[in-house]
């Protein structure tokens, strides 16, 4: 078994030319050519479909694999306008390598698909798996924790003067149309890890009902004896902690990974013949 195979669903293999989400509860893992992920999402409303919105996308011959978290103001009904035109702009740009273009294009139309003036933060991420790279975009977004097998340790993601690899975060979507969204792509090998999380996590309280933000999720990651199964550890450590904490709000997180899988010749040859059949789409809901 994966160390990612831990939901409580069955593991859901995407196709090239695939996306994958939605805005349900969800506690699944995703595999993708070169990428493996789980995600976990919990609405604040059980009965409904959440404020977080979350997909998944694969190339036509498995280079490109992308995903998006959102966290747009609003929950239930109010969000699924937006849900649905988020998935529109993710599939369009199924076959795009630039991630600057797919920032640009979701920054100008999220104004025009929000109602009663909403807003959006997200996190943007793409695998390009010939190279082993992440590119990550933020909008307004809590910033993602990366793990490096080399040293064992969690850091926070776009934040280490060290090694000049620093990002920031911009405006959340839907503010203004003219933002410039700068990206980091760095090296992701088997080992690594990538954490995305809404602010559901990073605005949990420890037992003096003290917000613990970014720095106290890297503490819990960094003192658990192994990285495996980092977003169990997670959860059930940030439960532990407060009762509240993940159920005052919607709650979503992404834990990604590098397989080292390689792209078949067989899957090159086809991707002309997959981008005539265009795109298919799997809602989160519906893949049990």
């Not at 917000?211 to 059930?236: K, V, W």
Request: hydrophobic share 35%; proline share 3%.
């Amino acid at each position: 078994m994966s160390n990612l195979e831990t939901s409580s669903t069955s593991p859901h293999r995407m196709e090239c030319m695939e996306l994958w989400g939605g805005n349900s509860a969800v506690d699944k893992t995703i595999s993708m050519t070169g990428l493996e992920a789980q995600i976990y999402s919990r609405p604040y409303d059980p009965g409904e479909s959440g404020g977080d919105v979350y997909y998944f996308t694969a190339c036509a011959s498995g280079r490109i694999s992308r995903f998006l978290l959102a966290d747009v103001t609003g929950h239930g009904q109010r969000v699924a306008g937006t849900a649905d035109k988020l998935r529109g702009i993710m599939r369009e740009n199924v076959n795009v390598i630039r991630q600057s273009n797919l920032m640009d294009g979701i920054n100008k139309e999220f104004s025009a698909i929000t109602e009663g003036g909403g807003f959006a933060t997200a996190v943007v991420a793409t695998y390009f798996s010939p190279r082993q790279t992440l590119t990550v975009s933020l909008a307004g977004h809590p910033r993602p924790l990366l793990y490096r097998a080399e040293t064992e340790r969690w850091s926070v993601f776009g934040e280490d003067g060290d090694s000049g690899e620093n990002l920031e975060a911009a405006l959340p979507l839907g503010i203004k149309e003219d933002v410039v969204f700068q990206n980091l792509q760095v090296r992701f090998s088997p080992g690594d890890m990538l954490l995305c999380y809404t602010d559901a996590f990073s605005e949990s309280v420890d037992e003096s009902d003290q917000l613990i933000n970014t720095q106290g999720l890297l503490e819990i990651l960094n003192q658990e004896q192994t990285a495996a199964n980092s977003l169990d550890l997670l959860t059930s450590r940030l439960s532990d902690l407060s009762a509240t904490n993940l159920t005052n709000d919607d709650a979503t997180a992404i834990l990604v990974r590098p397989t080292g899988q390689r792209i078949t010749m067989k899957a090159n040859l086809l991707a002309p013949f997959r981008m005539v059949s265009g795109v298919k789409e799997v809602n989160s809901s519906e893949d049990e």
